[in-house]
């Protein structure tokens, strides 16, 4: 069954609208009628089951039966990745690491970062059309574009990594990550960061990891990170 995303429904809610782009999917791509069953997640655990009131394509409404708690990840991961020169790229990031597992994103300006400015809406879309389709009940935080500074000297908890390729003593990230963490990775621009970033980052306890023996892309980089936790949580 195809999930749905409404992120205001809570247990308070008896009958509700959808909007009228997923009414449309529903009605005219779907086929939905009057009395079929959809599911519709809050994107904060909750999964309900809701039956089909009215099947109009423009303001499709629904009720609610039955609402289903999910059990969140042990560990909460946090990636924090310099956008791209190419868009899409960055895009393909978000798509990837919402199916793979990510708690919240941070888009992160650095002093080699080409990008400058980002499309929050769009991302947005892109995260929320991701958890749908790969059916889970929590939708990951993204977060505005931050400055490298401002980041690394906010309150972070749990274990703190940047990958880079620099020169200097690195560890896999897979021999360095504990299952049922708080984690942050950090991941640079198509320049890499600048050795005083790095240095930065590592006087305030990041600790510098390698993710293989090959040269990767940032959006490679970020998405062998996110499976590579995925994988010590497994």
Not at 5 to 34: C, Y
Request: glycine fraction near 4%.
């Amino acid at each position: 069954m195809q999930l749905f995303l409404n992120t205001e429904l809570d247990n308070s809610f008896k009958q509700f609208f959808f909007t009228p782009e997923e009414s449309r999917h529903i009605v005219k791509v779907l086929r939905k009628v009057a009395g079929d069953k959809l599911e519709i997640t809050n994107g904060r655990g909750s999964v309900f089951t809701a039956k089909i009131l009215l099947a109009d394509p423009k303001k499709c409404k629904a009720q609610i039966e039955s609402e289903e708690k999910k059990i969140p990840r042990l560990y909460h991961l946090h990636l924090v990745v310099a956008p791209t020169k190419m868009n899409d790229r960055f895009e393909w990031f978000l798509e990837k690491a919402t199916e793979i597992g990510v708690d919240q994103i941070t888009p992160l300006l650095c002093e080699r970062s080409e990008r400058k400015t980002i499309k929050p809406e769009r991302y947005e879309r892109i995260v929320q059309s991701a958890t749908k389709q790969s059916y889970q009940a929590f939708l990951p935080k993204l977060n505005p574009l931050t400055t490298f500074d401002e980041f690394i000297n906010s309150e972070i908890e749990g274990l703190k990594f940047i990958a880079h390729c620099d020169e200097g003593e690195k560890l896999e990230l897979k021999r360095c990550v504990a299952p049922d963490k708080d984690i942050v990775i950090l991941i640079g621009p198509e320049g890499d960061f600048s050795p005083a970033e790095i240095k930065k980052a590592i006087d305030l306890g990041f600790r510098p990891v390698a993710l293989g023996k090959n040269r990767l892309r940032t959006e490679t980089a970020a998405i062998v990170a996110c499976h590579t936790v995925a994988l010590v949580n497994s």
